[in-house]
């Protein structure tokens, strides 16, 4: 099944718990959450505060992107807060295969995220512990930015690797979603979408959200 993960980060947060039921009326599967400390990334937003706000406006799963330093420090909040993925980047993260563990002992799902330069070949030694590999397909930090092309050939990378390796993680990508390039990706073999400005920038946010459901779910 292929999964449309809506980010909040281009939401109106004057009315969080509104934009999240229009997604889920248009067949969104997870709430997408990313969080950025200024540091790993050029920009700020939010921390567990919100999210656990998220999880008591729904009940779908809610997969934290964490693009912050030191995510080791604060995967506990994050899971108390009601994060039932969270992803770490490679990055970042010198003893992964550690961190990767902290997050599974603790009781969520597992993922690492790689930056558009980060060969998925760098990620071969840990695949067979995660359950997600994150490909961003823009450079992290801001929302609304443009699809990077060569992120298809990525994919395709990440589904060998899978098959070569013998392991069951979900292919995510994130950033440059929208109703164009959505289908490319699909065929290409990602698993989870996720989509900020295509579905909270458009003018009817539930039928946006149930276009890209739609374009995913068909063959
Ligand atoms: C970017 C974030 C994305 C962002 C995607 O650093 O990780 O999740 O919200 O936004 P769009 O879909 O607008 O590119
Ligand atoms: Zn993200």
Not at 40 to 65: C, K, M, Q, S, Y
Request: net charge negative; hydrophobic share 45%; glycine share 6%.
């Amino acid at each position: 099944m292929k999964i449309l993960a809506p980010s909040i980060l281009s939401a109106d947060f004057t009315n969080l718990s509104q934009q999240i039921r229009l997604v889920e009326m248009g067949g969104a599967d997870w709430i997408h959450c990313d969080v950025m400390d200024g540091h790993f990334v050029p920009n700020i937003t939010f921390g567990p505060f919100i999210v656990e706000a998220v999880n008591r406006i729904t009940n779908l799963p809610i997969d934290v992107h964490l693009m912050i330093e030191k995510p080791e420090l604060y995967i506990k909040d994050f899971i108390d807060a009601g994060a039932d993925y969270i992803t770490v980047h490679f990055e970042e993260v010198i003893h992964l295969n550690r961190v990767i563990n902290q997050i599974r002992e603790l009781g969520a799902n597992a993922g690492v995220v790689i930056n558009p330069s980060t060969p998925v070949s760098s990620v071969r030694d840990i695949v067979e512990y995660i359950d997600l590999l994150l490909i961003m397909t823009v450079n992290p930090g801001f929302g609304g930015q443009k699809f990077i092309h060569n992120s298809l050939r990525r994919i395709h990378e990440a589904l060998e690797l899978r098959e070569k390796s013998n392991s069951r993680f979900l292919i995510e990508v994130d950033g440059g979603i929208n109703n164009k390039i959505i289908k490319s990706v699909s065929d290409a073999g990602a698993d989870v979408f996720v989509a900020g400005a295509s579905i909270f920038k458009a003018e009817n946010i539930s039928a946006a959200t149930a276009e890209l459901k739609n374009i995913i779910s068909s063959k």
